[in-house]
């Protein structure tokens, strides 16, 4: 691809966006609903902290516009992670499989857990783990046995005889994984299947919400997500029992009382405060005209890539994405890095797609299988500047 070609998709991004000059963002959040009365109610009630009635507005209208039964928020989506794999009982000596191609907070999660990750690849046309891939991994490298203590079925890791505890998916930059075969082959084995669905907010995967698949589901509210509450995260469950105790273990496990103190277990101070649910919900107010924003800017740069012939990520059969970041598809590394270069020189954000998982320091010993299409997608992606417009 020439310099010519580079030019000519800077051009358009900044037509886009109407920015002619200066900074095109990849990703900014829009304030244009009720976020400032609701924070100018939060702060005259004086309950900015963690009590106030916008949090539990907020977990109501997720829940509800999720379609799930129980939604609890944190303060990040990086422990609504950690909080998640502890909840259902991940813990030392266990192992926890995910993609390679993700944001290092899921890795970092599994390791808060003292679990060990094992990264498995992804597909090419959905960007998340592969069901098959999965499926395979699981019957060459596993025992699958009757807890006689619990009777609960087990799956162990022939080699390191450690416990398979959790399947960890991701759906990568908002496109739906193949979820519900991910979910069937785990639960094969007993495994429990913890949805990342942190960048998913508003993506279907046959008509359902992403998140809501698994036992668990996080997302996160962070300044770059399509919803944000400036920093946040909140888990999604129809398990309300599991639902309950997990909002007591973000409250410090702290029983109910009016005056006395005590904590039955270990818990956490998860909660998120009530100012940033206050904008949580005015932005969960909007979400339709932001959805609808990026999804018609996703359209016509599949319109304008189809036009200079290069290749622009669609999603998936069976899914209604997001479309949180989108992305193109260059020839190889080499075009990578100069287009990044070139982009980012001229002022518009690019970016690569995370380094894998597996080529950081502290993952690198982690057990990985073949990973041709994870590699395939670090050497080639970009992603281009994808703010909704209203
Ligand atoms: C953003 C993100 C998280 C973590 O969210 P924070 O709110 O920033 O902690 C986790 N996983 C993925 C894939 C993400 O993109």
Not at 58 to 79: C, D, H, L, P, S
Not at 142 to 155: A, H, L, N
Not at 172 to 178: K, S, W
Request: neutral net charge; contains cysteine; aromatic residues 10%.
């Amino acid at each position: 691809m020439d310099h010519n070609k580079f030019k000519q998709i800077v051009d358009f991004i900044r037509e886009q966006y109407s920015i002619p000059s200066g900074l095109v963002p990849l990703h900014s959040p829009i304030f244009c609903g009720n976020e400032k009365k609701y924070l100018n109610e939060c702060i005259d009630s004086t309950f900015v902290s963690s009590v106030g009635e916008f949090v539990e507005k907020f977990e109501n209208t997720v829940a509800q516009y999720t379609g799930t039964a129980k939604a609890i928020v944190t303060v990040n989506g990086t422990n609504a992670l950690h909080l998640a794999l502890t909840s259902i009982g991940v813990n030392t000596n266990d192992e926890v499989i995910t993609q390679p191609v993700t944001f290092v907070a899921t890795a970092n999660a599994i390791a808060y857990s003292n679990a060990h990750p094992v990264f498995l690849d992804i597909d090419r046309d959905t960007l998340g783990l592969s069901p098959e891939k999965l499926n395979t991994w699981l019957e060459k490298n596993t025992i699958t046995r009757i807890e006689p203590s619990t009777k609960q079925q087990v799956t162990l890791n022939k080699t390191t005889h450690r416990r398979i505890a959790a399947v960890v998916p991701m759906h990568t930059f908002g496109h739906p994984c193949r979820i519900d075969e991910i979910v069937e082959i785990s639960n094969k084995y007993g495994i429990e299947v913890v949805e990342d669905a942190a960048e998913s907010l508003g993506s279907l995967y046959k008509g359902k919400h992403t998140g809501t698949f698994g036992k668990l589901g996080i997302l996160s509210f962070n300044g770059n997500k399509i919803v944000t509450t400036g920093g946040g995260g909140m888990i999604l469950t129809n398990d309300t029992h599991l639902g309950t105790k997990i909002k007591h273990l973000t409250t410090q496990a702290k029983m109910p009382h009016p005056w006395e103190f005590y904590h039955d277990e270990i818990g956490y101070n998860y909660r998120m405060p009530n100012i940033n649910a206050a904008i949580g919900l005015a932005q969960m107010e909007n979400i339709e005209k932001f959805l609808a924003s990026k999804r018609g800017i996703a359209k016509s740069y599949q319109q304008f890539f189809k036009s200079i012939g290069i290749e622009f990520f669609v999603e998936p059969k069976n899914a209604h994405s997001n479309y949180w970041l989108n992305l193109i598809i260059l020839k190889n590394r080499n075009e990578r890095n100069k287009f990044l270069e070139y982009s980012n020189k001229n002022g518009v954000v690019t970016r690569p797609v995370w380094t894998l998982m597996n080529k950081l320091p502290m993952f690198k010993d982690a057990q990985t299988d073949n990973l041709e299409n994870s590699e395939w997608l670090e050497d080639r992606a970009v992603n281009i500047p994808s703010s909704a417009r209203l």
